[in-house]
């Protein structure tokens, strides 16, 4: 009788501890926050049953328009506590899935630096930039208080100083910086130089995820536009949307991932860029650009592995649907831009493009008849599969403001 107790105790313990694991585990792979549907209640789908417990807290949302969010208690059984997560109620927004390809012309707030060179003078080589502590990945936004809104501005700035010394105001990260420059005097060009390599804007081709009719707003990318050299996202100063038409695709291979190729068909604005940050490029349209009907925006815990659809453009600027598959989701939100692994299945797109390709950034991901998200990123040693991002992502951090 006394061993079967022990034996009993034994197993018990044992569960016990393999279920305080689990219920570690899902502190670690769930979010700390959760959008809901107005009225209705959080509803987390894991292998366990876990349920959503309110409590009395309230926390104040981020937005200042957003609504007060609710801590609420996730516990496994209901019993064993996971975690304490924000629970926020929001409308919704129903959204027209795009896939149209669309320019993407972007102009910096200043001249970010992406290289330095030694000015040949008659008194030897020097740098005169890197001399004043200027730094790769640094943006210029003005010299001697004269404001530097491109590569041309700068040159101008530091050539008309006769090698006098100059102030540089500049942005290093989140900070503002001051540093004094002595341009040097380039012989063979005959002008005062900085010996400084410098980007003022950018321009190339992605996919629109999604307008929203209400506003105009639209979202496309899915992920950042940075610079070649730095890696840093560009500094936004100003931009337009421009129309696309793909003409080519270089097919993607294992080691070589595809682009889609194509120009500007036209000098019509299709509307306005308003900012580049870490879930895409957003900014409104002049008229919406899909023919598609508008759908409601799936919430991350929505969101099932399994079969769902794509809406790209691999030729012309029309848009179809091709079959892929959902084969992994992160709810964490640790990476922004990495929340699903998208693995093409459809023999047409395979045969056409490989997989995913360069390009395709940005088309919208739909399942269950809501828009899940967006492509972002294609595996180069696997071009069939890539990831995606939330869409919940890029309304909060692109439409929102958030």
Request: contains cysteine; charged residues 20%.
């Amino acid at each position: 009788m006394i061993r079967w107790i022990k034996r009993t105790a034994v197993l018990g313990a044992a569960v016990l501890l393999q279920l305080y694991g689990a219920a570690a585990y899902y502190a670690w792979q769930l979010p700390d926050n959760y959008y809901v549907q107005t009225g209705s209640q959080l509803e987390v789908d894991t292998a366990l049953h876990i349920s959503a417990v309110p409590t009395a807290h309230t926390v104040q949302a981020a937005a200042a328009s957003a609504r007060t969010a609710e801590t609420t208690s996730l516990r496994l059984f209901g019993v064993i506590p996971v975690k304490e997560v924000e629970v926020q109620e929001i409308d919704t927004p129903m959204l027209v899935p795009c896939g149209e390809p669309f320019g993407i012309k972007l102009r910096m707030d200043g001249a970010m630096v992406v290289g330095m060179e030694r000015v040949d003078t008659p008194e030897g080589k020097r740098c005169p930039a890197q001399e004043a502590g200027i730094q790769t990945g640094d943006l210029i936004r003005s010299v001697d208080g004269q404001v530097i809104d491109s590569n041309q501005s700068l040159q101008d700035a530091i050539a008309d100083s006769d090698g006098v010394p100059v102030t540089v105001t500049l942005e290093r990260g989140e900070e503002t910086c001051t540093v004094t420059l002595t341009p040097a005097y380039a012989a063979a060009d005959n002008r005062y130089e900085a010996g400084i390599w410098v980007r003022d804007s950018s321009a190339g081709i992605g996919t629109i995820t999604f307008y929203e009719p209400e506003t105009g707003g639209f979202g496309g990318l899915g992920h950042p536009i940075c610079d070649a050299d730095t890696g840093d996202i560009l500094p936004f100063g100003s931009g337009e949307a421009a129309a696309v038409t793909i003409s080519q695709v270089v097919k993607g291979v294992s080691g070589s991932p595809g682009m889609l190729q194509g120009s500007f068909s036209d000098e019509t604005s299709l509307g306005e860029l308003i900012c580049n940050n870490r879930c895409g490029v957003f900014g409104t349209l002049y008229h919406n650009p899909s023919a598609e009907d508008a759908v409601p925006m799936a919430l991350k815990q929505e969101i099932e592995t399994g079969p769902a659809q794509i809406l790209c453009t691999v030729s012309g600027d029309t848009p179809k649907a091709y079959d892929v598959m959902l084969e992994e989701i992160d709810y964490s939100g640790t990476d922004s831009t990495r929340n699903m692994t998208v693995c093409v299945t459809d023999p047409e797109l395979l045969e056409i493009t490989g997989g995913i390709v360069q390009g395709m950034s940005g088309s919208p991901i739909l399942q269950n008849g809501r828009l899940v998200g967006a492509v972002t990123h294609v595996f180069v040693d696997d071009p069939t599969r890539g990831y995606g991002i939330f869409c919940e992502n890029m309304v909060r951090y692109g439409l929102s403001g958030s």
